[in-house]
DNA sequence: CCATGAAATGAGAGTAGCTCTCAAAATGTA
DNA sequence: TACATTTTGAGAGCTACTCTCATTTCATGG
């Protein structure tokens, strides 16, 4: 899961570890993107090119697809669902799982938003204003989605391609996009932690005080 | 809301009604899906091009951006929000609303499956296969996941812009989203309409059996 | 330190979705 | 039949994205 968060660069402590190449290539990939940030925070991000993008991170228009399959990609692409799972599975067995995914979910809510905040806001920005960035965060999402599955089934030993848990995973991820987004729109004014325990209060129990 | 359901065109009655030029437009639009569904049959949807489609369906590749917004429009478009609003409305103001909604849905998804099941086969069918399509359709259900949000807030008199009420909405979107995934990706032997039901009791209780 | 192999880059051509403009054709109306 | 409006076609143009191939950059063993 990843619902806005900063790039995890690997820490510099790793990175003089490795060869010049390896090295070379994660300055890149933080050229496209300041590069790109950058470019979108001037002009927007429809009118920002590739074109614009690998000039101004000096490589080549070829590189930046190197880098990146799509735009939207630019501006999204992170690994979080690793962490989270293992994360996940290193909750107490014994914990109610769904705290196991509050306690989760808030975490990494917390380290992603302060990890990088501007970046957190401009990203769910972009997916309010821009279709294409929404979608691919969706689809995004959709994987993290297919993750939670097989943990919720390691959890509760049932099977992860049912019906049943693969609902209840993308009825989460539904949920948290939704937050994220209200988030955004709501221009940043709430505590996007409390934001998310609100959310996950009601996937737990439903809305409140109605007639259900 | 249209899971994965067949166009819903006008009915004969009303057509003979209009105007030449109505009734050359409405032709027109069938043409062109005709042909696309046609054309996504024999190759594939990427390998299909907008001018195969032009040709096929014996109007220009203009005509055809006039018809529909994006490709992937063509193979999903349709107008259900009103009328599933409109039933929303029309039930029993004393019944529990997630009765309604269950029973909204489940008609819903019949009178969609019915009206022709092939192409709501592979509506779904090219939602697994191809990303661009389950991303356009994704934001359609969330368009229609907004519908909803004003639904439930006239039924509980709660606000509808509410982080609640809209992660409520959209979970219950991702969730029926990932139903449609589930029959497509099991071909379709299921039963659709008892998944929905499934779906909706996840929803409604979580995930059976386990230590929550 | 240099030669050799591998990996990364750049240049450029090509495809396809999509937009926009403008003139021609089809249609409704007086 | 003549005029006004709507719909269509033709075509130019933009941009994201792919693919290929030559060139450059780095790693490594002698």
């Not at 990146?68 to 799982?97: H, M, N, Q």
């Not at 599955?149 to 009825?171: F, K």
């Not at 937050?179 to 439903?206: K, M, P, Q």
């Amino acid at each position: 899961m990843r619902p806005m968060t900063a790039a995890r660069t690997s820490s510099p402590a790793d990175r003089s570890q490795l060869g010049l190449r390896e090295r070379k290539k994660i300055k890149t990939r933080e050229a496209i993107r300041t590069a790109t940030y950058a470019l979108i925070k001037e002009q927007g991000y429809d009118a920002t090119t590739i074109d614009q993008i690998a000039e101004r991170a000096e490589v080549s228009p070829s590189t930046v697809f190197r880098y990146f399959p799509t735009k939207e990609d630019i501006v999204l692409t992170d690994e979080y669902d690793p962490i989270l799972l293992e994360e996940l599975r290193s909750r107490p067995a014994d914990e109610p799982w769904t705290d196991s995914i509050r306690y989760v979910m808030r975490e990494a809510v917390r380290t992603g938003v302060e990890e990088d905040a501007e970046v957190a806001r401009l990203r769910t920005h972009l997916m309010v204003q821009v279709p294409a960035v929404r979608s691919r965060m969706m689809q995004s999402m959709s994987v993290t989605g297919r993750m939670l599955c097989t943990a919720i089934a390691e959890r509760t030993g049932s099977d992860p391609d049912s019906l049943e848990v693969r609902v209840y995973a993308m009825s989460l991820i539904g949920g948290l996009m939704e937050t994220s987004l209200y988030w955004a729109e709501n221009d940043h004014r709430d505590d996007f932690a409390s934001l998310v325990d609100r959310t996950l209060t009601v996937l737990a129990r439903g809305l409140p005080h109605e007639n259900r």
